[in-house]
């Protein structure tokens, strides 16, 4: 079975400081990699995307990493701002069958308190 | 560009009754979805829709739940009736395509929040 697990569930930062999220998935065969970043009351928005060819992708301050051979990713965030308390979830995409449809597995997410 | 539409945003119901959720997604988008979001948990797929017709819908309760998209256009999900076990986020989603081996990416609505009582 699909797994996607993140650490940690929960984690409390000061403003300023810099932080790292874990991903560790068990989809194979694998497509790509994204996290997503969801405010309380809102959709998920997508923050990064990784194929199995990448091993980092940068948006502003996020910086994400994959480790393919490992099946580990983590997002890193630097220099935390207030407006970065939310929650990041880590979605993982099963490569489909020719003229098939890709399978999505999501994790169970990190929830991201920044605290003045 | 406008991005999915989902109504009500919130709604509170006894258990037993019913309720529908609707959903516009994003124009030009032919493939749906509809996700279920327990409170500190991460989504839940209950269908997926390539155009008008499913593709995806093993983790739907088709006792209770069911879904449509008529015209592969807007979506609507109803639960008949509610439990309590319902309360959640329902979010609705779209993208381009994902029947290609491709990244397209999942646009997500606001969610309708469910209360059962």
């Known amino acids: 079975k699909n797994q996607v697990e993140q650490s940690p569930q929960s984690l409390i930062i000061l403003e300023g400081k810099n932080c790292t999220l874990q991903?560790?998935?068990?989809?194979?065969?694998?497509?790509?990699l994204r996290w997503y970043k969801q405010d309380t009351g809102r959709g998920p928005v997508s923050l990064t995307i990784m194929t199995f060819s990448e091993n980092t992708k940068s948006n502003g301050r996020y910086t994400a990493t994959l480790d393919a051979d490992t099946k580990q990713s983590s997002l890193h965030i630097t220099a935390s701002q207030l407006s970065d308390s939310a929650s990041y979830i880590c979605?993982?995409?099963?490569?489909?069958?020719?003229?098939?449809?890709?399978?999505?597995?999501f994790g169970t997410g990190t929830k991201l308190q920044v605290i003045p | 560009e406008a991005g999915v539409a989902q109504s009500p945003r919130y709604k509170i119901i006894e258990k037993r009754q019913s309720v529908a959720f609707w959903c516009n997604p994003i124009?030009?988008?032919?493939?749906l979805y509809w996700y279920q979001q327990i409170l500190g948990q991460g989504p839940k797929l209950l269908i997926q829709f390539q155009n008008n017709g499913v593709v995806d819908d093993s983790q739907l309760p088709k006792d209770r739940f069911s879904a449509e998209r008529l015209k592969g256009v807007d979506s609507t999900l109803k639960i008949q009736p509610a439990k309590l076990e319902d309360s959640a986020v329902y979010l609705c989603?779209?993208?381009?395509?994902?029947?290609?081996?491709?990244?397209?990416?999942?646009?997500f609505g606001p969610g309708t929040r469910l209360t059962v009582t």
């Open positions: 979605v993982v995409t099963e490569r489909g069958r020719p003229g098939g449809y890709q399978k999505v597995t």
């Open positions: 989603a779209s993208s381009l395509e994902a029947m290609v081996a491709g990244a397209y990416e999942q646009y």
């Open positions: 991903c560790n998935y068990t989809v194979s065969p694998f497509s790509n």
């Open positions: 124009s030009g988008h032919a493939t």
